[in-house]
Nanobody, 124 residues
Framework: QVQLVESGGGLAQAGGSLRLSCAASGRTSGGAAMGWFRQAPGKERDFVAAISWSGGSTYYADSVKGRFTISRDNAKTTVSLQMNSLKPEDTAVYYC?????????????????WGQGTQVSVSS
């Protein structure tokens, strides 16, 4: 079992920045990719970004490309999401996920473990 705990959410103004972190603990599964998804009120949960186990491959939703950067530490237990140039439409609960994607890093069903989520609110 893997536990994921997100931190770093909060309130920011449009154009500002926030950094989210996700710490993995427990029976950390070797080779696991990690990703971030988000869910805005009344909407489905959407893919934001993902990173491979090695960190050598990263994937981004078109809506955040060029503004958000995903990274993971050398110990492979923490993944971060640096969010710059924030927009009000980035407001959502952000979830960290871990798994072994086979078909696509962007699909929820490819991830086995999920954090509880952290709220990000961006004011205009």
């Amino acid at each position: 079992q893997v536990q994921l705990v997100e931190s770093g959410g909060g309130l920011a103004q449009a154009g500002g920045s926030l950094r989210l972190s996700c710490a993995a603990s427990g029976r950390t599964s070797g080779g696991a990719a990690m990703g971030w998804f988000r869910q805005a009120p009344g909407k489905e949960r959407d893919f934001v970004a993902a990173i491979s186990w090695s960190g050598g491959s990263t994937y981004y939703a078109d809506s955040v490309k060029g503004r958000f950067t995903i990274s993971r530490d050398n110990a492979k237990t923490t993944v971060s999401l640096q969010m710059n140039s924030l927009k009000p439409e980035d407001t959502a609960v952000y979830y960290c996920a871990a798994g072994h994607p086979f078909h696509s890093y962007t699909l929820e069903k490819e991830y086995d473990y999920w954090g509880q989520g952290t709220q990000v609110s961006v004011s205009s």
